[in-house]
């Protein structure tokens, strides 16, 4: 099974031994990257996570920013022409992020401080979320169909 296609871009920049987990990126056609699909990943710190999934996206971007220690991430995407981006910054921040089967849609996660949770689940299409957390302790659910 081929990872990855010319036509999509996975960019992953670590910083020291920040980077724990995958970045599989499969798309249509029998598990080739999505066309002109972009997944990034940055982490900056100690002891940050991420798990990335991107299949049957195509011009889709997927980007986790982490920032700090001991965050995580498990981000999976399978829409088209749909954006995901994660900002995670302080300590213990914990995002999960699915976005599945829609068309032209965003997802937009940002956490500062420490110990805030997010879940996000959006299969709708023409559609945005957005979740910001400051501070300590904080939980968001979104869930948009």
Known sequence: MKLFKVTALAVVVVSASAFAGSVPQYGHGGGSS???SELSIYQYG???AALALQTDARNSD????QHGSANGADVG???DDSSIDLLQSGSRNNATIDQWNSRDSEVS???YGGGNAALVNQTAS??????QQT???NNATANQY
């Open 34 to 36: 999505g066309p002109n």
């Open 46 to 48: 100690s002891a940050n």
């Open 62 to 65: 997927l980007t986790i920013t």
């Open 77 to 79: 995407q399978g829409s």
């Open 109 to 111: 996660v940002s956490q």
């Open 126 to 131: 023409a559609s945005s979320v957005t979740v």
């Open 135 to 137: 501070g300590f302790g």
